[in-house]
């Protein structure tokens, strides 16, 4: 059997029955060769709860201004509503998924992040808010020898403190940690763009430098790449952004339009053959 696949999910694909049940079927028919992790995010769903409870979401550069109150909303949503969803739909296809947080046995160790500097120059105060370390994945690997599939809620812990943490980021830790295994982070856009807002097809290290350096990849790309760029120099075989709108039963991770990140590793392989 094949080394894992790490498939981060983001949160704009699992807001509805319908959307969690294309995904959920896809991920039964990618369970069914190889084993599978899920990470999945969630931000859309923790805005729309603290709107409903009278409370403003704060960000600054696309990140979460979390205190104790907006925390309470992330825990709820990620840990609870929106993991147990998404557990359910995978059930529901016959995938054995454990719902999980990076809190539970404290495999997503993270470290707060004590401030952040904006793009004018202030200095923020994040409040709870971490940066994932490379986890212990004696949990995820006992879970998957047995048969399951780990669906991992975007939470880390500190000492005994919670943390809202990238999902993207935890994802890439997540698979360098499993060794041997594959990435894919699906979201709501066909991979990397160019500057004519087509995808490109592939990218290797340097060219993952040269899109950040040029502007070619946007803020919130760019952290995206940089953390598979890391996730790649970590062992990582290949890593695909990929839009998850088109996965369903019939379209897997490969069959759907993305970017391909190919590894120093991959490289060297394909150019030895």
Do not use: W
């Amino acid at each position: 059997m094949s080394g894992p696949l790490v498939l981060k999910l983001g949160g704009e694909l699992l807001e509805s029955a319908a959307q969690r049940t294309r995904i959920a079927e896809a991920a039964a028919a990618v369970a069914a060769t190889r084993p599978l992790v899920v990470i999945h995010g969630g931000g859309r769903a923790v805005d729309s709860a603290m709107t409903r409870l009278g409370i403003i979401p704060k960000k600054v550069d696309g990140l979460r201004i979390t205190d104790d109150e907006a925390m309470g909303v992330v825990v709820s949503v990620l840990g609870g509503r929106a993991n147990t969803d998404l557990v359910a739909a995978l059930v529901g296809q016959g995938v054995n998924a454990v719902g999980l947080t990076g809190v539970d046995a404290g495999f997503g160790r993270a470290t707060r992040i004590s401030a952040h500097r904006t793009s004018t120059g202030a200095v923020v105060d994040l409040g709870l808010v971490g940066d994932p370390e490379d986890p212990d994945a004696s949990l995820l690997e006992l879970l998957l020898v047995n048969g399951y599939v780990p669906v991992v809620a975007s939470l880390g812990i500190d000492q005994s403190t919670i943390l809202n943490v990238n999902a993207d980021v935890m994802a890439c830790r997540i698979a360098a940690a499993l060794g041997g295994s594959d990435l894919v982070i699906a979201g709501a856009t066909a991979g990397v763009l160019d500057a004519a807002e087509q995808t490109i097809d592939s990218l290797d290290v340097a060219a993952i430098e040269r899109v950040i350096a040029d502007g070619t990849a946007t803020a919130g790309m760019i952290a995206k790449l940089a953390s598979c760029r890391a996730a790649l120099e970590d062992g990582v075989v290949r890593v695909r952004i990929i839009d998850g709108r088109a996965l369903d039963a019939l379209h897997g991770p490969d069959d759907v339009a993305g970017t391909t990140l190919l590894g120093a590793a991959v490289l060297s392989e394909a150019a030895g053959s």
